[in-house]
């Protein structure tokens, strides 16, 4: 069964303080995504990566940044957590293959990260 | 750009009955792909269909069914005798061709919560 897991599903920080939240896929998967979903808003492109050591920004990557140093494990980094990064954080992998880029993607549950 | 609008925020219908979510979409390219996706309450998206932009014939899965119609740029999803277990945000995504930045990328609406009443 394909697993994306994510490394909290609830977490809470100060202003200021830098925040990791990890991903990891047991599927060989090459892509790799990061989304912040907020009400309203759907889901948004933080960051994605389309092989080790390999990333793009996305729609919305300021106050972010990521790691990708092996193909299972994807980091999304808050180098200085700020309030309005309150937010629900899913990350997600995709296998290239006969689809390649329109291959569905498999989620993982989500963290909900509270900035106070 | 392509953009995706769900213009349904909330939709609330009693178990058994039909409902109907709408997506509607934007895109300049003529090869694309649309999605749908469910996410229950534990947070955690799954995949319920592909569309690309050739196939225009409809799909029925049990009880879903997807009407996509190019003329109008909408790809609508239908649930048939609804379930409490239905209840759940979903969202339409698009995709476009590949050979342009955005291709890894997916375009999602701001989804639709559909609760199911027992």
């Known amino acids: 069964d394909v697993k994306v897991t994510q490394s909290s599903r609830y977490l809470v920080k100060r202003t200021g303080e830098k925040v990791f939240l990890e991903c990891v896929q047991d599927?060989?998967?090459?892509?790799m995504f990061w989304y912040r979903q907020d009400p309203g808003l759907g889901l948004r492109l933080i960051y994605f990566?389309?092989?080790?050591?390999?990333?793009e920004k996305g729609d919305i990557p300021e106050g972010y940044s990521v790691s990708r140093e092996k193909k299972e494990r994807f980091s999304l980094i808050l180098e200085s957590a700020s309030t309005n990064q309150t937010s629900m954080y899913l990350c997600?992998?995709?296998?290239?293959?006969?689809?390649?880029?329109?291959?569905?993607?498999?989620f993982g549950p989500g963290t909900r990260l509270t900035v106070l | 750009a392509q953009k995706v609008t769900q213009a349904q925020t909330e939709i609330s219908v009693v178990e058994k009955e039909d409902v109907t979510l709408d997506c509607v979409y934007e895109t300049r390219d003529t090869t694309y792909y649309l999605f749908w996706y469910k996410q229950p309450p534990s947070g955690e998206l799954v995949f319920l269909i592909r569309r690309n932009s050739f196939d225009e014939q409809n799909e029925i899965s049990g009880r879903y069914s997807w009407n996509f119609q190019k003329s109008t740029s909408s790809f609508n999803f239908t649930i048939t005798a609804s379930q409490v277990v239905d209840s759940a945000v979903y969202f339409c995504a698009l995709s476009e061709a590949a050979g342009s930045g955005s291709a890894r990328q997916l375009t999602f609406g701001s989804g639709t919560q559909l609760t199911v009443l027992p």
């Open positions: 997600a992998s995709r296998a290239l293959g006969a689809g390649g880029p329109y291959n569905e993607q498999f």
């Open positions: 990566s389309y092989d080790v050591k390999m990333k």
């Open positions: 599927m060989d998967h090459e892509n």
